[in-house]
């Protein structure tokens, strides 16, 4: 189906009023429904004393001001309370919100602590995470999170449980261990979040973990089926009045240097990079985000993946640029995830990417200059990115624009549009255009049940196509704890390409449907929840109206145990159709010819409490594949000496055998990480893929002399398989890297 430009504006806002009449009456009925309950509330208390942040809550600020009140357990008894007592006091100065945290524990010297790194996960921990929704939007937030070992631990909330674990704040915490548990001591500056400048109340939420006992308690929102990161579940924090910003400037000079060891020729070479990254808060709700000659050579590599598919693979963003403030760039057409093991959908559209802008074939091109501003102008949010990038040997400086425009109703919805300009591999003109909208409630129908409906439509603009080239589609969701269900339908034409975008397939019409049951029997059992999945996915041509791919998934037995273990499970079908049109390469030499494959693969899973010291998981598929049969085996071992030391050996191994040929493909890694201090900390992951026939190191040093002022220390080294029959595991030494780079922040 061709559509004029006229024709898809129709239909998109027609998709988009259609939608918003459907469903705004329950949603508006639901909010309506819950704007008379009371929100838990707590006062902030102002202080003119400077607290020493040393992890003692000993200070008398601390002893003189009430606490919030008692969390409630949310697992494994909902609205019971919690095992063991959790005190929170929250003060205040000019510069500085403070939250001091007493973790008491019957058992002290049970209490979990098994990393201290910056950014660590914390799953296996004990920890204390906190959000605060600076525009009580009940939609986006900041949050932070520490462990007993004081790791640093902070990431940005959108969408209403959207996360952006990658940014990194300028706040500081500290820890400490007594014979009555443990406390954490956060002080927050107020130079690092946005907030309106004449409000003086914040959204707010606490939660404490028990790892060991599989414990979790709130001060809101502990419910089963709620989410901490669903910010519309906060309660609120008062009294945050005369807060002080500064002139709300930091400027972050950075230089940077990389070493490169030529292997071909033995020839050394040293580059030197000075920069500047300044970010400038407007107003308090409003920043703009400023680089010049940006190196990124701090970065973490990706990690490895062998498709086995006919489409392309999504990488995740891990540029700390791209990064900050990307929730705001966020689109409807992403929804939410099925439950963990459910195979993707195999159809993301992005119609802004942001690895598409300095990254050419895994190769880094140069970004001479980037502007971002984002923030908010009363409910609407703002999101605009210019970034010029440098010339390279593969293609021309160019400049990127893109735009962003959400507007929040109710307590979680938002109508919105984005624009992109400019292409990044071509000098030919490009642009994209794209509306959606989201309409969510936490209390829907006056319960306390989720419901997400997103819609969207994306028409792409390259010189020379004016037709066959939009994608549009909506998604329904009810993310609960007992019960979930997707609904899921987009139309991606054949000449849709976002220049700054990611398609993972196109000229299909894709269609899902799913739904998962999840009791929770009685704790005698020693059953947490059990969890039975049934989705349904089917792509269909546009051109012939003939089914391309299509599976059924099936979870029959998925236990999740008080012990932490699981077993995921015995045993899961994905019952899969494939029809080729054309020759397929699955793997070197081995090519499927065109035509129709049935098969069914099986899967068992086991996994074992992360609270272990060594603990892991163990996969095996097995049956039909294609036209032959296949066996997969996937393994993660992990042995922790916490806090400082962990170690991971991974690998995913397909053993293939078809009539066309046979083939294997491996995948083998290994995390290896030590931390001096919450500030020091030194990671090594190791790789090898016998498709690139590759081996490859990072070691990584980071060192935080204080929040804002780091210095990175990054070492890469490859080795190729050597050729030949009786090769074996032998490798031959390539171009060997070493980048530094040292960072400064100034606050005015």
Do not use: C
Not at 250 to 255: A, E, T
Not at 427 to 435: D, I, K, R
Request: aromatic share 12%.
């Amino acid at each position: 189906m061709d559509l004029s430009h006229s024709q898809f504006e129709t239909i998109a806002s027609t998709a988009v009023v259609s939608i918003t009449l459907l469903i705004a009456i329950p949603v508006a009925a639901a909010q309506q429904t819950t704007a008379g309950e009371s929100v838990r509330s707590a006062v902030v208390t102002r202080i003119d004393t400077e607290l020493v942040i040393d992890g003692s809550l000993e200070e008398s600020p601390w002893r003189q001001v009430p606490t919030i009140g008692d969390l409630i357990q949310r697992e494994p008894e909902a609205g019971a309370p919690p095992t063991e007592q959790t005190e929170v006091t929250l003060l205040y100065d000019q510069d500085n919100l403070y939250i001091g945290v007493m973790a008491f524990d019957s058992e002290p010297e049970r209490v979990l602590a098994s990393e201290m790194s910056r950014d660590a996960r914390l799953r296996a921990d004990d920890r204390i995470e906190i959000v605060l929704d600076t525009f009580r939007d009940q939609s986006n937030a900041f949050r932070f999170a520490t462990n007993p070992a004081g790791a640093l631990v902070d990431g940005l909330v959108f969408a209403n449980g959207e996360t952006n674990d990658d940014w990194d704040g300028i706040w500081i915490v500290r820890t400490m261990q007594t014979d009555e548990g443990w406390s954490a001591e956060f002080s927050i500056p107020f130079k690092t979040l946005s907030f309106p400048a004449d409000d003086t109340v914040w959204g707010f939420n606490i939660s404490r973990t028990i790892q060991r006992k599989l414990e979790e308690s709130r001060w809101t929102g502990a419910q089963l089926q709620t989410d901490f990161l669903q910010i519309s579940e906060a309660g609120e924090i008062t009294n945050l009045e005369d807060l002080g910003q500064g002139v709300a400037l930091d400027i972050r000079p950075f230089v940077g240097q990389t070493w490169r060891h030529q292997v071909t020729d033995g020839k050394d070479t040293i580059v030197g990079k000075p920069g500047l990254d300044l970010f400038y808060n407007i107003t308090p709700s409003l920043k703009l985000s400023v680089t010049a000659n940006t190196d990124f050579g701090e970065t973490e590599v990706d990690a490895r993946q062998i498709n086995l598919t006919r489409f392309s693979i999504f990488f995740p963003e891990k540029r700390s640029f791209f990064l900050q403030d990307a929730g705001v760039f966020n689109f409807a057409t992403t929804g939410i995830d099925p439950p963990g093991g459910i195979p993707d959908t195999g159809a993301e559209v992005f119609p802004f990417f942001s690895r598409r802008i300095g990254l050419l074939g895994g190769q880094e091109v140069p970004l001479d200059f980037g502007a971002k501003l984002t923030g908010k102008v009363g409910r609407t949010e703002i999101g605009m990115l210019d970034v010029r990038t440098g010339d390279a040997s593969a293609v021309d400086a160019s400049n990127v624009f893109v735009g962003r425009v959400k507007q929040n109703f109710l307590a979680q919805s938002y109508v919105g549009a984005l624009v992109t300009a400019g292409n990044p591999g071509s000098p030919a003109l490009s642009s994209t255009m794209g509306v959606d909208v989201r309409l969510a409630t936490a209390d829907f129908l006056g319960t306390d049940r989720n419901v997400v409906v997103n819609a969207f439509g994306i028409k792409s603009n390259d010189e020379g196509i004016s037709t066959n080239n939009a994608s549009y589609g909506f998604g329904a969701h009810y993310p609960n704890d007992k019960f979930m269900a997707q609904v899921l339908w987009r139309e991606i034409q054949g000449n849709f390409d976002p220049a700054v975008g990611f398609v993972q397939r196109s000229n299909v019409r894709m269609l899902r449907l799913g739904g998962s049951f999840n009791p929770r029997p009685n704790q005698a059992t020693g059953i947490q929840q059990m969890q039975h999945d049934v989705f349904y996915t089917r792509f269909t041509n546009l051109d012939n109206g003939l089914v391309e791919t299509s599976n059924l998934y099936v979870t029959m037995f998925d236990w999740h145990l008080n012990s932490g273990d699981s077993i995921h499970s015995l045993f899961d079908a994905n019952i899969t159709y494939e029809r080729l049109f054309e020759p397929f390469e699955i793997s070197k030499g081995v090519v499927l010819p065109a035509g129709e494959y049935r098969f069914t693969p099986w899967r068992i899973m086991f996994m074992t409490a992360q609270k272990r010291r060594l603990h892991g998981r163990v996969g095996f598929n097995f049956g039909n594949f294609w036209s032959g049969t296949a066996k997969v085996v996937e393994t993660v071992v992990t042995y922790n000496l916490p806090p400082r030391f962990s170690i991971s050996l991974n690998t995913n191994q397909t053993f293939a055998s078809l009539p066309e040929g046979d083939f294997i493909a491996r995948i083998f890694s290994s995390q290896i990480n030590y931390s001096v201090s919450p500030f020091v900390s030194f990671s090594n992951l190791i790789q090898f893929d016998n498709r690139s026939e590759n081996l490859g190191l990072q070691s990584r040093v980071r060192w935080t002399i204080e929040p804002g002022n780091e210095v990175f220390f990054v070492f890469g080294q490859g080795w190729i398989q050597e050729q030949g029959p009786d090769r074996g595991y032998s490798f031959r030494r390539q171009d060997s890297k070493l980048a530094t780079k040292i960072q400064y922040t100034f606050r005015f």
